[in-house]
C-alpha cells in the first residue's frame, strides 16, 4: 500500500453513500483508469490479509463499502496502525521524516535508524539525503554527518522554515484531526511534533482569536493554522526558541493584530517574545486564508481586521472610541467590500460631494486622507480623493450619532385636544425617547 492506495481505501469506507465511482473520485489521483484496477487489486490483497475481502467491492464501476460498522471502525484502526514495512513511503515523504526527526532530534541521528523505520537500504537513505539537501531552504553544508550521525547544523529559524516548505508540498493534517483514517507519514509526523499534547491549547488560542475579532475561518484554514500554532509550541516548550532582534512592529498591521491575538491567549502557558509571533505572522500571510467575517463571506483579505485597525487610528484623533459604533463598521465593511471589488475589476467612482467635503470638513478630510494608507496596504489598493470622501462621511455620520447619543432636548407639549390626550402624549414620549419634558 502506497498514500494512493491508502487514500483511496479511505474515501471507500468514509463515503457517506456507500458508493463511490469512477467518474466522481477527485482530480487529486490524477491516474488513469486502469490505474485505479491496479490499486484495487492491492486494496483487495490488504482486505484479504485482514480477513475483510467482504468488506469491500468493485465491479468495475464503483467501489461500495459492505462491510458492517464494526468492520469499519476494525478498517479505520488497521490503517492508523500500518508501519512503513506496510506502508510503502514516497521518496518525498521519506525526505519530510527524515527533515522532521533531525530537526526535533537533540542528539545526531545515525543512518541505520532511518534504514530500519523506512525499511530501505543505506544507498536509499543517502540519496534522500542528498535530495534534501538540493531542495532545502537551507544551506546543504548544515546537514553534517558526524562520527555521532546525522546533524542538522543551522539556526531555529532556518529548521522552522525548512520544516514549514516541506509540509506544504505533501502533507495534509485534516484526516488526523477530524479523527478519521490516517496514513503512516502523517502520524509519525503529528507523533514527532506532539500534536496530542498541545492541540487543545493551540485550538482554545484559535477559537478565542476568532471570537474577540469577530472572524470565521473554514475548517481547513482552521487545521492549517492548528498545525503550524502546535508546531511553534512544541519548539518553545522544548526550549528551542527563535533568536535574534526584533525587525518590525507586529501589532501596526492586520496580520500582526491577527497573530497578537491568539498569542495574548497563550501568554499565560508559554513564553512569548515578539520573534516568535512575527514568525507565526509572516507565516499566515503567505497562507492566503479564505476569511469569514461573522456569517458573510469575504475574500481573503483581512477586510475585519483592516478596517478595525483604521478605525483604532481614527478614534485616536477624535478621542472617541469609533470602534464601539456597530452601524459604522458594518457599514464601513459592506463599503469597503464593494470598494475592493469595484477596483480590483478596474472600475473608478466619482463622488459628487467631494469639493463640498473638502470645503465643508478639510480637517476631518485631511485625517482621513493621512490615514488611509491602513486601508491601502490592508487591501493592496490605492484609494483616491473620492473614495476618501466617502470614508468620511461614514465616520462622519458616526460622529453625529454619537453626539446625538449624548444630547437631551427639552421638550414642551402642547395638544388642542386637552390636557388628558396632551399627557397622554407626553408618557408616551418619556417612554420611547430620552428627553427632559417641560412642560404641557
Not at 520544516?163 to 509519525?188: G, K, V
Not at 484623533?317 to 452601524?327: E, G, R, V
Not at 388642542?416 to 427632559?436: E, K, P, W, Y
Amino acid at each position: 500500500m502506497n498514500k494512493q492506495t491508502v487514500d483511496l481505501l479511505k474515501k471507500i469506507i468514509t463515503e457517506e453513500r456507500g458508493m463511490l465511482t469512477l467518474d466522481s473520485l477527485p482530480a487529486s489521483f490524477n491516474v488513469s483508469r486502469r490505474t485505479f484496477y491496479n490499486y484495487w487489486e492491492e486494496i483487495d490483497d490488504y482486505l484479504n490479509s485482514l480477513h475483510c475481502t467482504n468488506a469491500v467491492c468493485f465491479d468495475g464501476r464503483k467501489f461500495r463499502f459492505t462491510g458492517t460498522p464494526a468492520q469499519r471502525d476494525y478498517l479505520t484502526a488497521s490503517i492508523n496502525s500500518m508501519t512503513f514495512y506496510e506502508y510503502r513511503l514516497s521518496a518525498m515523504e521519506r525526505q519530510i521524516i527524515i527533515a522532521t526527526t533531525l530537526i526535533t532530534a537533540d542528539t545526531p541521528i545515525k543512518n541505520d535508524y532511518f534504514k530500519e523505520i523506512f525499511y530501505v537500504s543505506r544507498n536509499t537513505i543517502n540519496n534522500d539525503l542528498q535530495r534534501l539537501r538540493s531542495i532545502s531552504n537551507v544551506d546543504p553544508a548544515c546537514f553534517q554527518a558526524t562520527y555521532a550521525g546525522l546533524v542538522l547544523a543551522c539556526s531555529e529559524l532556518q529548521k522552522r522554515n525548512l520544516l514549514l516548505q516541506l509540509m506544504s508540498t505533501e502533507t495534509d493534517f485534516n484526516d488526523y484531526f477530524m479523527n478519521q483514517p490516517t496514513n503512516p507519514c502523517i502520524a509519525y509526523l503529528a507523533q514527532h511534533l506532539k500534536f496530542d499534547r498541545y492541540r487543545r491549547l493551540a485550538e482554545n488560542s484559535i477559537k478565542k482569536a476568532e471570537g474577540l475579532l469577530d472572524l470565521k475561518l473554514s475548517d481547513t484554514d482552521f487545521y492549517r493554522l492548528l498545525t503550524i500554532l502546535i508546531f511553534q509550541i512544541t519548539r518553545v516548550e522544548s526550549g528551542h526558541i527563535i533568536k535574534g532582534n526584533s525587525t518590525r512592529s507586529h501589532n501596526f498591521n492586520s496580520w500582526g493584530q491577527f497573530s497578537t491575538t491568539i498569542f495574548d491567549q497563550l501568554k499565560d502557558e508559554i513564553t512569548v517574545n515578539p520573534l516568535e509571533i512575527e514568525f507565526f505572522t509572516k507565516t499566515v500571510q503567505e497562507m492566503d486564508l479564505a476569511l469569514k467575517i461573522g456569517n458573510s463571506p469575504r475574500d481573503s483579505v483581512f477586510f475585519s481586521l483592516t478596517i478595525r485597525e483604521f478605525l483604532q487610528k481614527i478614534s485616536f484623533y477624535y478621542k472617541i472610541d469609533l470602534l464601539s459604533d456597530n452601524l459604522l463598521f458594518e457599514y464601513l465593511c459592506a463599503h469597503i467590500t464593494a470598494c475592493y471589488h469595484r477596483l480590483k475589476s478596474g472600475k473608478q467612482l466619482d463622488n459628487p460631494y467631494l469639493n463640498e467635503t473638502q470645503r465643508q470638513y478639510p480637517r476631518d478630510f485631511e485625517i482621513i486622507k493621512q490615514n488611509i494608507y491602513i486601508l491601502e496596504n490592508g487591501l493592496n489598493l490605492a484609494l483616491n480623493d473620492s473614495e476618501t470622501a466617502y470614508i468620511l462621511m461614514h465616520i462622519l455620520a458616526s460622529i453625529e450619532r454619537g453626539k446625538f447619543n449624548h444630547y437631551v432636548p427639552n421638550i414642551l407639549v402642547t395638544c388642542s385636544a386637552g390636557m388628558a390626550t396632551g399627557n397622554f402624549l407626553a408618557m408616551q414620549i418619556n417612554r420611547h425617547f430620552r428627553v427632559h419634558l417641560i412642560d404641557v
